[in-house]
């Protein structure tokens, strides 16, 4: 018994976007001190000391400034490392992810 199949060859182009970015804001409050800002930019966004301190001077003068920008789920997670670690040292730093 012989089959004869028809093959037929079809061209799709499928456009695939990159995730989105997602900015991560550090805001201003009147309690946490200066330094356990510094020190968390340093541990969970890597930054450097200089560029800690002037993002933390930014957040000072400005009401906040944007930590770094990543996709969702990294930038959720970042979140609520930095809001974690606020918690456990007693401080009510607020942290925040928008859409770039």
Request: hydrophobic share 40%; net charge negative; charged share 25%.
């Amino acid at each position: 018994m012989t089959t004869d199949a028809i093959i037929e060859k079809t061209s799709k182009t499928t456009n695939v976007k990159e995730p989105g970015k997602f900015k991560v804001i550090v805001c201003n409050d009147n309690s946490t001190p200066m330094e356990f800002v510094i020190a968390m930019l340093i541990s969970i966004f890597r930054h450097d000391e200089r560029k800690a301190i002037e993002l933390t001077l930014k957040i000072h003068n400005e009401g906040s400034a944007v930590a770094g920008t990543y996709t969702h789920e990294v930038a959720e997670q970042k979140q609520a490392d930095g809001t974690n670690l606020a918690r456990m040292n007693g401080w009510p730093l607020i942290i925040k992810i928008a859409p770039e």
